[in-house]
């Protein structure tokens, strides 16, 4: 596909809500295989999510916490779990347009149920090795840096939106 | 490693006839093959969705896994079928990908903010059509989980 390049060289910005520091460095380490960069930020729980979301607690200055185009979140976490805190961000008109993937051990049917009930926009399975992980990746890349609009809109800058972007080749 | 034996459904709402043809091609044209449904515009999708008028059979008229959605549709409108959609709790589970040629930042915001799960613009290309379904399926169809039937009876 002829791709239009994003022509602002706006970085996409990904927010990973994983306890697990293993399972998170298998997600970042999967994202830094591509040759294009992220802006990769993480949050430990829902709390600490819900915190950068907000700017608050640790994450009051404004290059902290820039906005996400998109959130992988896990569920079971300390403090606020993923459900909990997905909830909360779709119940926020300030936050409710940024789209949440869920990427959890769980396969229980009632929290995939429950993660689209509450406006959740995809749920994974973790996969549990670095090939998976980088097929999860790569798929999710293509989609929501390639096929998808974002809503980039929101955030204000130049008034512009950040359009699909050519994120990686292949 | 991923899990899908089981075939998705995939509700398609376009007014376009030639839109509807070329979204049918763009879906045969990628690997995976899925049952798609279709209906014209929202007042259709949402007897569709509640089994009223001619969709009460559903062996007919299955229940969709995924609903693409156009925007711009006559009685209906893609906006207003998505409201309706999300606000009700026996629908709201089902994904809901908007489909469209529109690239205003407002209908995109808007969408995301009443619930769609991503937007896409349609390629003015086929090729481009078909590259985006194939990221659509490879996304939706590969890596996703979706409820199963029955976890939504109980």
Redesign the interface.
Known sequence: ??EVMNDQNQLFTILIAEDDSDDKVLVQSAFQEFDSAYNLFSVQDGFELLNYLRKQGGFLEPTAAPRPDLILLDLNMPRMDGRQALAEIKAD?AL????VVVLSNS?V??D??RT??L???????K?Q?CE?MH??VK??N???F??????G??RGKNGK?NG?AHIYSG | MFNNAKPVTFLIAEDDPDDRLLIHEAFQESLVSNSIYFVEDGVKLLDYLRRQDKYTDPTVSPTPDLILLDLNMPRKDGREALAEIKSDPRLRYIPVVVLTTSKAEEDIMRSYDIGAASYITKPVTFEGLVEAIRGFKQYWVQIVCLPTQDAIDE
């Open positions: 596909m002829s008109p409710r347009s940024i789209p396969s049917q009632e995939i149920l689209y009930d406006g959740g926009a995809g749920f994974i399975i996969p090795t998976g097929e999860v798929i999710l293509r989609y929501w390639k096929v998808v609009q974002l809503a809109g929101v939106s699909p």
